[in-house]
Structure formats: C-alpha cells, structure tokens
C-alpha cells in the first residue's frame, strides 16, 4: 500500500528565511505532483514532476524528484507572507495509474 | 465560463437523506475525481473515472455513488448521509498523465 509523508507537518518561519518540505512515497513512481491550497480555498497546481532528477523552478519555489530515493522536495527560497497556505504532494499509486495518493501537507506561516 | 464547477457550494442534511453533489467541467477531460478533505488525513480519492461510463474505486468508496454518463459531468451521491461523511468535497479533472488534475472550488456539507 503506497504511503506518502510529508514533513514537516507544521512550518512557521520568518520572512526572507531558506526551508525545505519533504515528501516521502513508498513504492516506485515516476511522477510527482505539488500543489497549494489557501485556507478555504481549493488546490491549484505549482509542478508536475516527470522524471528522476526533474527539477522546477517558479518565482521562490523549486520543486525536485529523486526516484530511487522516492523523495521530492519543495525548497522555499527567501520566503514571503504571501506563500502561506498548505502544500501538498501527490503520487500515482502505480506507474501509469490516475488514482493518486495525496500526503497528509505541510502547513507554511510566514511571519511578516 | 470554462472551467469545472461544483454545486452546491455548502449543503447541510440530516442522517439518512440522501444527497448528491454536482460536478460540470467544460474542458472535456477524460479523467475526473471526487475527493474529501479532512482535517489530518488530507485528501483522500473517493471514486474517479477514466471517461463516460468507466468508473473506478479510490481509496474511501463506502457510502458513495458515482456515474458519468456525459464526459462534462460527474456527480457523487450518499446514498444514506452519515455524520463521519461531514466533509469538504473537491472534484478534480485531468486529461493526461503529464498534467495535473484541476480543482473545483469544493462542497462543504454537513451531516447532522
């Protein structure tokens, strides 16, 4: 059974400040989604990850994939108030399925 | 206005009734999803389907319906509500494996 984790659960960190958040799947993938979710809000995409290796840049987020070590990262470059919200990874329970596992996201407050 | 739309956007029932919830996408994905949003467990797959008349279990199936005969639409009903099926509930659609699937705005019901 595929088991995706995300770590940290919680994150509060200052503005202009480096992080990483980390998700970990349990079985073999090679894709990798990222979204975001604002407090009562809906998901919208930030990456698609299609490959070992892939890395994705947009404004103060990067996102990578390692395959082998079923781990992906969302690296938060100088953060500002405005990327608080959820972050959310999601992996494809087999390799060309659509039925995806979500993890459990990381809650990110930027204090000002 | 393009786009996928759920309705209705907050439905408050009572144990028992049955209730259906909307889902309309004007881009003609293939793949649509339903999921439901918990506090400490994320999203989690209700049912999702590859196209018309093709449906599939997630990860949560018990107590739901779904069925899509029309590409565009894709409604789920509780057949008999219960109070653990309070949630918000997201429909999701996507037309390949190199995309990433596309939120509704959600539906918030509550089961009293």
């Known amino acids: 059974e595929l088991k995706v984790e995300q770590n940290p659960l919680f994150l509060s960190m200052q503005e202009g400040k480096n992080y990483t958040i980390y998700c970990n799947y349990s079985t073999t993938s090679d894709r990798l989604y990222w979204y975001r979710q604002d407090p009562g809000k809906s998901l919208e995409s930030l990456f698609v990850?299609?490959?070992?290796?892939a890395v994705k840049q947009e404004g103060r987020l990067m996102a990578s994939l390692d395959t082998k070590a079923r781990l992906s990262t969302l690296h938060i470059t100088a953060a500002v108030h405005d990327l608080s919200a959820t972050y959310f990874c999601a992996v494809p329970v087999t390799s060309g399925t659509y039925k995806y596992i979500f993890g459990t996201g990381t809650r990110l407050k930027v204090l000002a | 206005d393009a786009g996928i739309t759920q309705s209705p956007r907050y439905k408050i029932t009572e144990t028992g009734r049955q209730v259906t919830l909307m889902c309309h996408q004007t881009w003609s994905h293939s793949y649509m999803f339903w999921y439901r949003q918990d506090l400490g467990h994320g999203l989690r797959l209700i049912y999702y389907?590859?196209?018309?008349?093709?449906?599939d279990k997630g990860e949560v199936p018990d107590g739901y319906v779904v069925s899509r005969s029309k590409t565009e639409n894709f409604p789920l009903t509780l057949e008999s509500a219960t109070r653990s099926q309070t949630s918000v509930y997201f429909c999701?659609?996507?037309?390949?494996?190199?995309?990433?699937?596309?939120f509704g705005d959600g539906t918030r019901l509550s089961i009293l």
């Open positions: 999701a659609s996507s037309n390949d494996l190199g995309q990433p699937q596309h």
């Open positions: 389907s590859a196209a018309a008349d093709i449906t």
């Open positions: 990850l299609l490959s070992n290796g």
